[in-house]
Structure formats: C-alpha cells, structure tokens
C-alpha cells in the first residue's frame, strides 16, 4: 500500500499563492501517473491537474494558467503550485496517484487531504 501525504494548505488572500506537497512512502510517483483532485464546499471531487508517467500535464480549466503540477520523482514528492488564487479554489485538495500511464478518475492512491481557504 502507498501512503500519500499531502502539506502546504492554508489560509490566504484572494490573488496570493500556495504550494501543495505530496510525500509518497514509495517510488510510485516514477512508475506511473499522478495528480490533485479538490472537493469545494457542496460540490463534487474533481480532477484539478495531472501528470503522466511521460510528464504530460493537463488541467481543470478553471486553474489553467494559475497552477502548475510538477514532481521530483528522487524525492518521491510531487507540489502543486497555485497562484492568483480566487475564493472558489477554496477546497480540500488531495493528492493522488497510480501505477497506470494515465490517471483516470478513480485512481488507487489518495492522501487524506489538505484544506486550502482563499479568503480576504
């Protein structure tokens, strides 16, 4: 089993910046794909970025070109980098992760979650 753990959330004024970091107990961020899911107030969990075993990155359109995914597969650690944060990315942001190319919807590794609050 991969244990993942996420840190970085908190508190912060609309238009400032936060880095998520996401520690793994194994090398599973070099095998596969990986990524950060958020859960807002009332709403469904949803893909906020990815990358792939190859690096390719994709993004929830609500956050392109506001946050950046990246990972240091030596460290077994991945960050989420977010900048020009709105009051609606306020969330619970969970790190996951899979040994598959590709992360679907249901990936197999989750962290327990960080809460990120945007709020002036």
């Known amino acids: 089993q991969v244990h993942l753990v996420e840190s970085g959330g908190g508190s912060v004024q609309p238009g400032g910046s936060l880095t998520l970091s996401c520690s793994a107990s194994?090398?599973?961020?070099?095998?596969?794909?990986a990524g950060w899911f958020r859960q807002r107030p009332g709403k469904e969990r949803e893909l906020v970025a990815a990358i792939s075993s190859g690096s390719s990155t994709e993004y929830a359109d609500s956050v392109k070109g506001r946050f950046i995914i990246s990972r240091d597969n030596s460290e077994n650690m991945m960050y989420l980098s977010m900048y020009e944060l709105k009051p609606e990315d306020t969330a619970v942001y969970y790190c996951?992760?899979?040994?598959?190319?590709?992360?679907?919807?249901?990936?197999?590794?989750w962290g327990s979650g960080t809460q990120v609050t945007v709020s002036s």
């Open positions: 996951v992760a899979d040994s598959s190319p590709f992360l679907g919807n249901h990936p197999r590794h």
């Open positions: 194994a090398s599973i961020f070099s095998i596969g794909a």
